[in-house]
């Protein structure tokens, strides 16, 4: 099965051309899959079960689903809850840029089987086409996401945050400004992109609203995604970045990054581990073969998970591979999809696309001998559990970071 190539990266290619080129205009998809809905979406809703019917109504109304299986798709893009009973410890977790509350079931059921309630959200713009990014703000993430940690707070004693890429910018902001999180768990935190001219991208979103238009094809994520989220990912960076500059978060933090992430400039986000986030309660899970200098300098806790794997076919980890584990029915080790178009040769991505036999890598990564897919599940993943369940409970607390 074929899936689009990182959408940061076609962004920026085409945001490059544009500027260089002096290019004016408006790549127009008339489609109904990409234009915005005319109904508005459901925010800020309370309590958290209205939120839900609210949310359900919404996709099972606005959603061009792409295949026969409508359930499936509806229960991929839902919000969810598990352990909703707890009451002692919560996570509000929050997804990224096109992803959806899918790219946290595998982490959630985890800490909900060990007691931990895990809570999560759909941001707006979300789960029904690519068209309804055309609306979409920074602001109205950053809102729903503090919105909802308003929420949770009222019904656990102890409050913590997670996000994954744009996700993890966004509960960082939102813990910077409260007094109330315990601790933040972040995976492929987009502090940084690795594209400078990513930055560009708030003054084009309305010269150049599709960076990249592709087929349809994941039920769990768009593979088209308007320039508007870009921007607004590129707010919130500029939002972190700010706060930076002049200030630090005394918050406990867990990290897991993947040091070849093709999208996030990994040593960036190093360096603010290492020197701005200032609990002596923090661990970076570091998914590569060498430790980041920042890191190792300031003597802050890593623990280094080599993703040199022969025997599994993996040579290094993937900007998304961090949250799913090998048994995933759609990333996992037995699944039959596969992201084929992965920066390699267009006869690569054939044999790819034909099932031939291919080695895992992230976007980008290629050489001359093997064949590449995206890399989507974490060879680690009870590992990283571990230590979530570690940085979690106090009484687990002398584990946090051990190396394997």
């Known amino acids: 099965m074929k899936n689009s190539k990182t959408p940061l990266a076609a962004a920026a290619l085409v945001v490059a051309a544009s500027t260089l080129l002096g290019v004016a205009g408006c790549h127009s998809q008339p489609s109904a899959r990409f234009t915005a809905s005319s109904a508005t979406f459901p925010s800020k809703v309370a309590p958290y079960s209205r939120y839900l019917g609210r949310i359900e109504a919404w996709l099972k109304s606005e959603r061009i689903f792409i295949s026969e299986n409508e359930a499936q798709e509806l229960a991929m893009n839902m919000p969810f809850e598990c352990a909703s009973n707890v009451t002692d410890r919560g996570v509000l977790f929050v997804h990224g840029l096109g992803d959806s509350p899918y790219f946290f079931r595998d982490v959630a059921q985890s800490l909900c089987n060990q007691g931990i309630r895990v809570r999560t959200l759909l941001l707006p713009g979300h789960g029904t086409k690519p068209g309804d990014m055309l609306k979409v703000s920074y602001d109205s993430w950053q809102q729903e996401t503090e919105f909802h940690l308003n929420l949770l707070a009222e019904e656990v004693d102890t409050l913590y945050a997670g996000g994954f890429s744009t996700g993890a910018n966004l ?7 409260r007094d109330d999180v315990e601790g933040l768990l972040l995976f492929s935190p987009a502090f940084k992109s690795r594209f400078f001219v990513s930055k560009l991208a708030p003054y084009v979103d309305s010269l150049f609203p599709w960076p990249n238009v592709e087929k349809e094809d994941n039920p769990s994520r768009y593979n088209s995604t ?11 960076v500029n939002a972190l970045q700010g706060y930076f500059e002049t200030k630090q978060i005394d918050v406990p933090v867990i990290i897991v990054v993947a040091e070849q992430d093709s999208v996030v400039d990994t040593q960036w986000v190093a360096q603010q581990y290492a020197n701005n986030f200032t609990s002596p309660i923090k661990c970076l899970l ?3 073969e060498t430790a980041p200098r920042d890191v190792t300098e300031q003597g802050a806790t890593v623990a280094l998970q080599t993703m040199r794997l022969p025997e599994k076919r993996i040579a290094a980890a993937s900007h998304m591979s961090v949250l799913f584990s090998p048994e995933n029915p759609l990333y996992g080790v037995q699944s039959n999809f596969r992201i084929c178009d992965n920066g390699q040769s267009e006869g690569k991505q054939a044999q790819c696309e034909a099932g031939e036999e291919v080695w895992f890598g992230p976007w980008g990564y290629t050489d001359k001998q093997h064949v590449y897919s995206r890399l989507t599940y974490n060879p680690y993943f009870d590992a990283m559990i571990a ?9 687990k607390a002398s584990t946090l970071c051990a190396r394997d």
């Open 171 to 177: 509960v960082t902001l939102a813990a910077s400004g």
């Open 387 to 395: 230590q979530l369940l570690a940085f979690t409970d106090k009484e």
């Open 226 to 236: 308007a320039m508007p989220g870009f921007a607004a990912y590129q707010e919130s």
């Open 286 to 288: 570091w998914q590569g």
